[in-house]
């Protein structure tokens, strides 16, 4: 795996790029920050796009049922591997850390087999 700092010039085309081959994922997010200490907003919730609106500032994590919004951001680095995006890492305009993990959804056998 491979991890990268992006430069902000980079984050909306990353962000649009990276988008289309999210279908199907699910996500995690984690807060980190001094007061709060390690919180987990959302639990492997099915994801369906991140977004970097530059006029207001905004990363938005649009996931199934829920959009989690992080203002101000002041850096995002991305880890990638042979599958693409598994997990971002960024710090919002308060200095938290917003930490999202990727991942396949476990296929599980129809039951009663």
Known sequence: MSV???S???WQS?????SKG???KCAQIEV????LGDQIATKWVPIL???YDPRN???DIALEGLDHLIHRPRS???DEGATGLSSMEIIDGEGRKQIVKLAEPLMLPPPGR
């Open 4 to 6: 990268r700092q992006l």
């Open 8 to 10: 902000k010039s980079e």
């Open 14 to 18: 990353y962000c649009d790029r990276v």
């Open 22 to 24: 999210l279908q199907g």
């Open 32 to 35: 980190a920050a001094l007061p």
């Open 49 to 51: 796009g991140i977004t």
């Open 57 to 59: 500032d905004i990363v």
């Open 76 to 78: 995002m680095a991305v």
